[in-house]
């Protein structure tokens, strides 16, 4: 599970970075380097709020629903913060630079993305399954002993056993 305040402070951190570079006058190529990292805490983040709309029944059971609604919700906020500062960014960079140098940044951002979805989400998607799983697992044999065992006593009590 990715932590959304982890994200939305890197992401912050990573924001600030890059309007000091372009703000001082630095390379292209320095600045791409905070939009990349950038760019991935805003993934991140987006990542989160997925698992957020639709968590498990491990993540349900082990929190309320209300703390579930609430990250939801700040999740969404922090997503659109994101969004206000990924505009501001537009205007800055192709100012600062020259007009188009943002639509390359987003092809880099497209790449990235897709990077992070074929490696990393595939590996945190499964270890929740497996969490999940492990978590029903223990239910269901928790479940049959119980059963089992009180099938034991009744068969002792009433002398068929």
Do not use: H
């Amino acid at each position: 599970m990715i932590d959304p305040v982890t994200a939305y402070s890197g992401a912050l951190l990573a924001y600030k970075t890059v309007t000091k570079l372009v703000q001082a006058g630095r390379e292209f190529s320095e600045v791409t380097g905070q939009l990349s990292e950038w760019y991935g805490c805003v993934s991140d983040l987006q990542k989160a709020g997925e698992q957020k709309k639709s968590p498990s029944l491990f993540e349900k059971a082990s929190q309320g629903a209300e703390s579930i609604e609430k990250e939801a919700l700040d999740i969404v906020v922090r997503q659109q913060e994101m969004l206000q500062k990924e505009k501001e960014l537009k205007f800055l960079i192709d100012y600062k630079y020259k007009p188009g140098t943002y639509q390359q940044i987003v092809d880099l951002r497209r790449q990235i993305k897709k990077e992070r979805e074929d490696t990393i989400y595939r590996q945190m998607e499964a270890k929740r399954a497996i969490v999940n799983n492990i978590a029903i697992t223990v239910l269901s044999v928790g479940i049959i002993g119980v059963i089992g065992t009180g099938s034991y006593f009744v068969g002792v009590g009433a002398g068929a056993w």
